[in-house]
């Protein structure tokens, strides 16, 4: 069994879904956690919730807009000096909006999942990676999707922004080569979070059939995967992790029983 422990950790979007596991996942490793989110309640009630179960655990919340450049500098210059030396940075805030055709997506809804999806992990980046390079020590996960290695007709702008989060993981490993500092990606596939009510604009029913008649993943097994990226041996970086349901295929492809 693996020794390794998790240390101080950033997680985005640590409020619902793949960041939310993370935050439970790790917590039980008695890291301390940095979880940001724009939902501060329900990041308080996850504290609650995480700090009862997990009393070696410490947990700072922030709310964060993670599109906003300056909120992120200044939410990291803010840290507590117990959790300012970060050694674990999870880019996980991201979202869709729509399935719609590429001509009609609204210009805003573009710029929604450019700006979280793209300059948010970069944004994070910016923040965090100095001090890693500092200490030559640290190791970031970004959360990206199978929509980063296809695509698929209604996705232009969401599978764009997961191709460039893939492109700049690969950019980051060559420019960190040097280092001690990990670099990896998840990839998952269908995974049954708020992604697709958020989608579809809230549309719970709509969001259900994206998941009906399969197994889809749910958002703890990505965490088990996170969790298990971040306790490797300092010698091992998982570059690259596509992780799909044991029903589905492809993006666009999977195995339904109803
Ligand atoms: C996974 C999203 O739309 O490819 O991030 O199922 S999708």
Do not use: W
Request: a neutral charge; charged letters at 20%.
């Amino acid at each position: 069994l693996c020794t390794y422990i998790i240390g101080k950790s950033i997680i985005t979007g640590a409020s619902a879904g793949i960041g939310e596991a993370c935050a439970r996942e790790f917590a039980k490793t008695g890291a301390n956690l940095v979880l940001t989110a724009r939902r501060i309640d329900r990041l308080n009630q996850l504290k609650t919730e995480l700090q009862s179960h997990y009393p070696s655990a410490t947990v700072h919340c922030v709310q964060l807009d993670v599109r906003d450049d300056a909120s992120v500098a200044a939410c990291v210059d803010a840290l507590p000096e117990s959790v300012r030396d970060v050694s674990v940075l999870i880019n996980n805030a991201g979202m869709v909006v729509g399935l719609d055709r590429t001509e009609v997506v609204p210009a805003s809804d573009v710029d929604r999942m450019i700006d979280t999806n793209i300059r948010g992990p970069l944004n994070l980046v910016r923040a965090i990676l100095p001090g890693m390079r500092e200490r030559q020590a640290g190791h970031i996960i970004n959360v990206g999707s199978i929509a980063g290695i296809e695509a698929y007709a209604g996705g232009s702008v969401y599978c764009a922004t997961k191709h460039a989060l893939n492109a700049i993981t690969q950019v980051l490993r060559h420019e960190l080569m040097d280092t001690p500092i990990r670099v990896s990606e998840i990839k998952p596939g269908l995974v049954n979070t708020e992604f697709s009510t958020v989608r579809f604009g809230g549309d719970k029913a709509r969001a259900d059939k994206v998941y009906e008649g399969l197994t889809p993943l749910s958002a703890q097994d990505i965490a088990e995967i996170a969790a298990f990226i971040a306790t490797r041996p300092p010698h091992v970086q998982i570059a690259d992790l596509l992780v799909l349901a044991t029903d589905q295929a492809a993006a666009t492809k999977a195995h339904r029983r109803s």
